[in-house]
T-cell receptor, first 116, second 112 residues
Framework: DQQVKQNSPSLSVQEGRISILNCDYT??????FLWYKKYPAEGPTFLIS?????DKNEDGRFTVFLNKSAKHLSLHIVPSQPGDSAVYFC???????????????FGKGTLLTVNP | KAGVTQTPRYLIKTRGQQVTLSCSPI?????VSWYQQTPGQGLQFLFE???????NKGNFPGRFSGRQFSNSRSEMNVSTLELGDSALYLC???????????FGPGTRLTVT
């Protein structure tokens, strides 16, 4: 059962425009969400995160929105740049029975291509 | 600060053999997690260690094991390798009581 879903395997946008990457989740216990970017032959790089008590978090060109009632989050990149071309993973975390929540559940990723 | 390092970067093994992968976390990070990435399953959590104790475990068979040393370095072992174990194995570290994990470049394991 896939608890974190990224339904678009790929997305193509023009340089300077907005990129919107979407992620849905099914586990209502998730209380923290993260986005990672991954280039080929490298490990994922942390981009931005959001706690379930917030609905928006911004960091420069990156903004993450969380809609808890819809169990949906999105990553907005404005303006998009060719160097943003990579696979983007959505991840979520939930407390386990011991009270720690350091396991990340990942979506399968969306390949973003930003065309010059 | 230096990032997370993993050795070796590439490994080719034969079915039935065993393999040990190594991970050195960011200095000061005591939590180390391991993930398996395959094209079909994406990134899947294996286990997490904190202060030499396994704190979280994913749904992998007992052939997958790990340990952490007093300097927070971690090793992951896979015994009786199967073709399906071919994957990118990623290690991530984090500081105490934070959610954000920082990944190493991974070890690409090929089982033939």
């Amino acid at each position: 059962d896939q608890q974190v879903k990224q339904n678009s395997p790929s997305l193509s946008v023009q340089e300077g425009r907005i990129s919107i990457l979407n992620c849905d989740y099914t586990n209502s216990m998730f209380d923290y969400f993260l986005w990672y970017k991954k280039y080929p032959a490298e490990g994922p790089t942390f981009l931005i995160s959001i706690s379930s008590i917030k609905d928006k978090n911004e960091d420069g060109r990156f903004t993450v929105f969380l809609n808890k009632s819809a169990k949906h989050l999105s990553l907005h990149i404005v303006p998009s740049q060719p160097g943003d071309s990579a696979v983007y993973f959505c991840a979520a975390s939930a407390k386990n029975s011991g009270g720690s929540n350091y396991k990340l559940t990942f979506g399968k990723g969306t390949l973003l291509t930003v065309n010059p | 600060k230096a990032g997370v390092t993993q050795t070796p970067r590439y490994l080719i093994k034969t079915r039935g053999q065993q393999v040990t992968l190594s991970c050195s976390p960011i200095s000061g990070h005591r939590s180390v997690s391991w993930y398996q990435q395959t094209p079909g399953q994406g990134l899947q959590f294996l286990f997490e260690y904190f202060s030499e104790t396994q704190r979280n475990k994913g749904n992998f068979p007992g052939r997958f094991s790990g340990r952490q040393f007093s300097n927070s370095r971690s090793e992951m072992n896979v015994s009786t390798l199967e073709l399906g174990d071919s994957a990118l194995y990623l290690c991530a570290s984090s500081s105490d009581n934070t959610y954000e994990q920082y990944f190493g470049p991974g070890t690409r394991l090929t089982v033939t």
